[in-house]
C-alpha cells in the first residue's frame, strides 16, 4: 500500500516520544492545525449528541423526521449553506439502484404483559392486576424504551402463552412443541424466525432475547436489551418484543418447571408508505475551476434510541466539523475551500443509495393523517423541486468522502478507534491523508499521557485524557462506506469508525459512554482531511507524490499467513496485486487532480513495479480455459448487492433458478463470502480476466480456487449484472 512519508512525523517500529520535542503537524500549515484544534469542542459535539438521542431514529419515522430537524436548524444557526431536508419516497416498490426501498415504519404502542387467565385480561389491565388479584407485571413498554419494539412489527392485542422454542430457527426448534397461537420464546433475532415460527407453525408473536454482535463481553450484561427486526418484505407480519437474556432466563426456568406464563401484548404500529430524508448543506467553494468538485463528509442518523455511539456520535461530530470549518472561515483563520465541501445525514445505506441514484423532493411543512396503522399518524409530506445535485450527477462531483461511523466511544465501551482503508479495488492517497493526522494525534495524546505535555493535546475540558491509539486497518464492510467505494460509483472513503463496542445497538448505546475528547480527536482528523482535501491543488499535489513511498498492504500477521498458507504461484499472486496497488494508489493522485504526478513519475513507478515482480513463480498456464475470460459490470443495477434489509442477488437469482453459488459463504484466511462477493463484482471492470480477478481477492483475502470465482461470475452474468467481454 502507498503511504505518506511525512519526514517529521515518522517514528520508527520502536516509538519514543522525549519530552521537550516538537512535532510539526503534516500536510496542512501549523497555523490552520492550531485553528481547528483551538476550536473544535468536543463539548458542543456531545451537547449535539444528548438532542438526538432523545429520538428513536427509525427509517422514514416522525423519530427520524425530529432528529432531521434538529440537525438542519443546527446547521442553520451556524450559517452554513443550502440547509435542506431532501426526501426520497419509499414505498417497498421503487427501487434506488440495487436497494427495494423499505417503506417508513412508525409505532404507537407497545406493552407486553404477563396475566393469567384470558376472560379477565381487560379487567386486569383496568385494575393493574393480573387476574387474581396479584400486581399485573408489565414486561416491556414502547413508550418508556423504545427499543422493546423490534422494528416493522405490526399492530395486535393478543393474550397467549409463552414457549420455549431455543434459537428459533431450525424446524428441530420446534419439534414436539404446541406453538400454534402462542407466542414464542427464542434467542435468535426476530426476523430470523418469523417464517418459520409464525409462517409456518402458526405462532401469533415472538419474545426474542437475541444478545449482541459477538465480542470478548458478548453475554456478560445479563440487562442489555438488543435492538430488533423483522423482515421487511415477509408476508408473514406479526410482532416482536425484545427482552434481557436476565428476563429470558428467568421465564425459560419458569417453563422449564412445568409452569404456564401467558403474556398479553398490545401493539399500534406498522409500515406505511413514506420518506428517505437526507439532511444537508454546504460549504460552497470557491475556487471558479474546482467549485463543483466537492469532498463529502457523510455519517448515518438513523437508529434506535439512544443509539448514542451508534451513530449520533458519527453525526455530531461531522455537524461540529461544520460548524467549526464555517465559523473559522468567517474569521478568516482559514481561507475559503477551493472544492465545495458538502455534508450528508442520511439513513445508513439506503438514504446513501438513494442520494447516489435518484433526484430527491425537498421537504416542505405539510401533514397528512391518513391511517398508516391502527391509529392516526401525522407523516411529512414531499414538496417540490430540488435543491441540490444528487443522482449520478453527485457521484460524478464528489472526489471524496469521510464516513463517520461510532467515533466517539468512551473506554467503558471497550471501542478501538480506526482510519480504515478503502478496497484494493478503489486505491486511493486519501486514506493515507486521513491516517497522517490520526497519526499526529496519536503522537501528540501519547505524548500527554505519558509526560503530561504537548504542544496538541486534543483533550476536552470534560473528557478524557488517554492516548487515541487509532489504528491504521485494512478494510472492513458495515456502513455507507461500501456503497461510495462500490465500482458502480468509485468515490474513494476515509472511514472513521469504532470496534468493539460492547454497547452497539443496546439500551446501553447511551450519551454516559460517549467521550468528548474522542469526539474532538476524530472531528480533527475528519477536518484537517476534508479540508486538506477541499484545497488540494497542484503544488500539494506534487510534493503528496514526492513523499509517497511503498509499504506492503498486507499486515505483518497476514504475510506470516501468506508464507504458510499461499502456494508459490499463490505468492506471486498476491506481489502482483500488491505492486498493482500501489501504482494505482499514485496514479490516484492524478485522477484527483490532472497535472500533480508528472507522466515521468507514473512511467517510473510503473517500471519499478514491473521490475520486482518475480516472474519465474508465474504459471505458464494460468491464462487457460475460464481464467481469460474478461466481464464488465452492466451499467445498472448500481450498488453492493447486498443492501439494507434486502439481498438484491438472493431475490434475482431465485427469480432467475441460478443455485447459490459457493462463494457467497466461503471462508478465506481473513475473509468471508459478503466480502469476496463485493470485491470480485468491483474487480469485474472489462479489464481484468477471470483468473486476475481471483489472484486480486486472493491477494486481499487469502487463495479462494478460481473455480468457486468462476460459479459466482457465472451467477452474476444469469441475473444481468454483468456481461461477457467478446
Not at 406493552?111 to 387474581?132: M, P, Q, T, Y
Request: hydrophobic share 40%; charged share 25%.
Amino acid at each position: 500500500m502507498k503511504r505518506l512519508a511525512v519526514a517529521a512525523m515518522m517514528i520508527g517500529s520502536g516509538m519514543c516520544i522525549c519530552e521537550g520535542r516538537a512535532q510539526k503537524p503534516p500536510l496542512l500549515p501549523e497555523k490552520e492545525v492550531a485553528a481547528l484544534a483551538n476550536e473544535l469542542s468536543g463539548e458542543t459535539a456531545k451537547r449535539n449528541l444528548e438532542g438526538i438521542a432523545r429520538f428513536h431514529r427509525q427509517r422514514g419515522s416522525r423519530g427520524f423526521h425530529e432528529a432531521a430537524e434538529l440537525v438542519a436548524e443546527r446547521l442553520r444557526a451556524y450559517g452554513l449553506s443550502d440547509v435542506a431536508i431532501l426526501q426520497f419516497p419509499a414505498d417497498g416498490k421503487i427501487f434506488y439502484g440495487t436497494q427495494r426501498s423499505r417503506p417508513a415504519w412508525d409505532a404507537e404502542v407497545g406493552e407486553l404483559w404477563e396475566v393469567k387467565e384470558v376472560k379477565e385480561v381487560k379487567e386486569a389491565k383496568d385494575k393493574n392486576e393480573s387476574g387474581d388479584g396479584q400486581p399485573a407485571q408489565k414486561m416491556a413498554s414502547y413508550e418508556a424504551q423504545p427499543i422493546v419494539l423490534a422494528e416493522d412489527s405490526e399492530s395486535a392485542d393478543v393474550t397467549a402463552d409463552l414457549v420455549d422454542a431455543g434459537e428459533g430457527m431450525k424446524e428441530s426448534d420446534y419439534a414436539g412443541k404446541d406453538v400454534k397461537g402462542k407466542i414464542v420464546l427464542v434467542s435468535a433475532q426476530p426476523g430470523a424466525v418469523q417464517d418459520l415460527a409464525v409462517g409456518k407453525f402458526g405462532a401469533v408473536g415472538i419474545a426474542s432475547y437475541a444478545q449482541n454482535q459477538k465480542t470478548a463481553w458478548w453475554g456478560e450484561d445479563e440487562n442489555l436489551i438488543r435492538w430488533g427486526h423483522l423482515e421487511t418484505f415477509s408476508t408473514n407480519k406479526t410482532f416482536a418484543f425484545m427482552v434481557s437474556l436476565k428476563t429470558a432466563r428467568g421465564m425459560k426456568e419458569r417453563l422449564a418447571r412445568g409452569e404456564e406464563i401467558r403474556l398479553h401484548a398490545v401493539v399500534k404500529a406498522g409500515q406505511h408508505a413514506g420518506n428517505y430524508e437526507v439532511v444537508t448543506a454546504t460549504i460552497p467553494g470557491s475556487d471558479a475551476k474546482l467549485k463543483d468538485e466537492e469532498i463529502a463528509f457523510s455519517c448515518h442518523l438513523d437508529h434506535q434510541r439512544p443509539g448514542a455511539n451508534d451513530n449520533a456520535s458519527g453525526c455530531v461530530t461531522i455537524l461540529e466539523v461544520a460548524r467549526t470549518l464555517q465559523k473559522l472561515m468567517n474569521e478568516r483563520k482559514l481561507a475559503r475551500p477551493a472544492r465545495t465541501i458538502r455534508f450528508y445525514w442520511p439513513p445508513e445505506t439506503e438514504g446513501t443509495m438513494a442520494l447516489l441514484t435518484s433526484p430527491p423532493r425537498t421537504y416542505k411543512m405539510e401533514l397528512d393523517t391518513k391511517r398508516s396503522f391502527d391509529g392516526a399518524v401525522p407523516l411529512p409530506q414531499s414538496g417540490g423541486g430540488s435543491l441540490t445535485q444528487t443522482g449520478p450527477t453527485l457521484a460524478k462531483r464528489v472526489k471524496a468522502v469521510i464516513h463517520m461511523d461510532m467515533v466517539g466511544g468512551a473506554p467503558e465501551t471497550k471501542a478501538v478507534f480506526h482510519v480504515t482503508r478503502g478496497p484494493m479495488s478503489l486505491p486511493s492517497f486519501a486514506h493515507d491523508v486521513a491516517w497522517a493526522f490520526a497519526e499526529f494525534v496519536n503522537e501528540e495524546s501519547y505524548k500527554l499521557a505519558a509526560t503530561g505535555k504537548a504542544d496538541y493535546p486534543f483533550v476536552a475540558p470534560e473528557g478524557g485524557k488517554e492516548s487515541l491509539r487509532a489504528e491504521y486497518s485494512p478494510y472492513t464492510m458495515g456502513s455507507d462506506h461500501d456503497v461510495y467505494q462500490d465500482s458502480s460509483f468509485g468515490i474513494p472513503a476515509i472511514y472513521l469508525n469504532d470496534w468493539p463496542d460492547r454497547y452497539i445497538h443496546t439500551n446501553f448505546d447511551t450519551a454516559a459512554n460517549i467521550d468528548p475528547t474522542k469526539l474532538k480527536r476524530a472531528a480533527f482528523i475528519g477536518a484537517a482531511s476534508g479540508y486538506f482535501l477541499a484545497m488540494f491543488g497542484i503544488e500539494q499535489g506534487r510534493e503528496l507524490a514526492r513523499r509517497i513511498e511503498s509499504q506492503s498492504v498486507v499486515d505483518k500477521e497476514k504475510e506470516e499467513l501468506r508464507d504458510r498458507f499461499f502456494s508459490l504461484r499463490d505468492q506471486n499472486a498476491l506481489h502482483v496485486a500488491r505492486t498493482a496497488y500501489s501504482l494505482e494508489a499514485l496514479l490516484s493522485l492524478s485522477r484527483f487532480l490532472p497535472g500533480s504526478v508528472s507522466k515521468d513519475e507514473i512511467e517510473h513507478a510503473a517500471e519499478v513495479s514491473i521490475s520486482s515482480i518475480d516472474k519465474d513463480h508465474l504459471d505458464k498456464d494460468r491464462f487457460a480455459g475460464f481464467g481469460i475470460l474478461k466481464f464488465r459490470r452492466e451499467t445498472n443495477p448500481k450498488g453492493p448487492l447486498v443492501v439494507f434489509g434486502y439481498d438484491y442477488f438472493a431475490e434475482h437469482a431465485k427469480a432467475a433458478g441460478v443455485a447459490t453459488p459457493k462463494l457467497l459463504s466461503y471462508e478465506g484466511l481473513w475473509g468471508s463470502g459478503e466480502e469476496y462477493a463485493y470485491e470480485v463484482l468491483n474487480l469485474t471492470d472489462g479489464k481484468r480476466n477471470a483468473q486476475e480477478i481471483r489472484d486480486a481477492v486472493s491477494a486481499e483475502y487469502g487463495p479462494v480456487p478460481l473455480e468457486i470465482v468462476e460459479e459466482y461470475l457465472r451467477a452474476l452474468e444469469e441475473i444481468r449484472v454483468i456481461e461477457q467481454v467478446k
